[in-house]
């Protein structure tokens, strides 16, 4: 079974920093693109940055660019988004996914694509 644990939310102030961590288990951690998404409440699902674990294909929103960073840790089968530099807006709930589309300029949903828990964000002003 496809298991993705997303970690390391938390309450922070305006302008800190949190590490968000998803493992992967039950895929090939290689084969996989890997992205992260966020919801805050009553609005839609967002893509925040995603990794392509075949070519290193890296994607980020515009609104994150900058501040966060996307990176992988293979032997963990471990992806991290360090988040700096938080603002109020980043408030959401953060959800990582596999097997989604990733490229540089766009991130989607795969009809195959697996999804973990979410992990809450809350910037404070």
């Known amino acids: 079974e496809v298991q993705l644990q997303a970690s390391g939310g938390g309450l922070v102030q305006a302008g800190g920093s949190l590490r968000l961590s998803c493992t992967v288990s039950g895929i090939t951690f290689d084969d996989y693109a890997i992205g992260w998404f966020r919801q805050a409440p009553g609005k839609e699902r967002e893509e925040v940055s995603c990794?392509?674990?075949?070519?290193?294909?890296?994607y980020y929103r515009n609104s994150v660019k900058g501040r966060f960073t996307i990176s992988s840790d293979s032997p963990k089968n471990t992806v991290y988004l360090q988040m700096n530099s938080l603002k109020p807006e980043d408030t959401a709930t953060y959800f990582c996914?596999?097997?989604?589309?990733?490229?540089?300029?766009?991130?989607?949903?795969?009809?195959?694509?697996?999804w973990g828990q979410g992990t809450q964000v809350t910037v404070s002003s």
């Open positions: 990794i392509s674990r075949t070519d290193g294909t890296t």
């Open positions: 996914a596999a097997n989604i589309i990733c490229h540089s300029d766009y991130v989607g949903y795969s009809p195959h694509d697996f």
